[in-house]
């Protein structure tokens, strides 16, 4: 019997990480971005984000999960401490579930376009449940990775119902949610080169205007900016995980020019490509 193709391979390790963590004396951690799914759910104390152009501040019982392609940062406005579960999974197995027939798009798709950059509730009785028992079965080392991903698509599956009640995401045109998604495919795959608007729209067969103002109303960020920032997501990645030089990974995500790609980072990081791997690499 031949292998199905469309299977999706549970049996994968989606968890970068996951701990509870604690923090104390006004601790930060500066403005970043990575390309998997962050979540925090606080337990005791209260700390603040900036994701995206929003500032949140967060107490007992909070649950925050940020969106891969989101620069954000996490700190405490005081001395006193916070204590959270941390969890960072990586997307790609969950970008290949279809939630529903209603809904056009995939899993991590339908949950960004409910609540673009991050998503924020009051745990529930069952979100804590879902959370804490990821973790647990992480760290115990006792359990399977797709008996972990059958927890982590539970939980995905319950934000997307809190965060879409009504069925939002699908209830707009087909073709809408589509034509997103597709530029964000698009772009996921073509990032190391040049990319133009008009090169996504003409493969849609609409004007590019219409597909920079739909995109912009389903992520809250214009294409352009969300390709910068892509690009320098994988930057990132590059400097923590390999020896290429600056100069390098520019060519490899697309900009040809490191004065230019030297210049974005700082704007959308705060500090220069040398100084955060200087900084990664003291860590």
Known sequence: MKNDMTAIPFYINSIAGATVQRRADRYSFGKHLHTSMEIYLIRSGSCTMDIGDTTIHCAKGDFVMIFPNVVHSFYLDDSGECTFCH?????????????????????????????????????????????ESVIRM???????????????????????????????????????????????????????????????????????????????RYMNVSPGNYINIYRINRAIELMETTTLTLTEISGRIGLKDSQHFSKLFFHIIGMTPSAYRKMFLQA
């Open 87 to 131: 969890i960072h999974f990586f997307t790609n197995l969950f970008a290949r579930i279809i939630p529903s027939e209603n809904t056009p798009v995939n899993l991590i798709h339908a949950l960004l376009f409910a609540s673009p950059a991050c998503h924020r509730q009051a745990a529930d009785s069952e979100l804590e449940e879902l959370t």
């Open 138 to 216: 992480y760290q115990s080392g006792a359990h399977s990775p797709a008996e972990i991903n059958s927890l982590l698509l539970c939980l995905l599956m319950h934000v997307l119902h809190r965060s879409d009640p009504d069925g939002t995401v699908g209830s707009q045109p087909e073709f809408q949610e589509k034509y997103v998604s597709f530029a964000l495919n698009y772009i996921e795959n073509n990032y190391m080169h040049k990319i133009l608007l008009e090169d996504i729209a003409k493969e849609l067969h609409i004007s590019s205007r219409y597909l920079g103002k739909l995109f912009t």
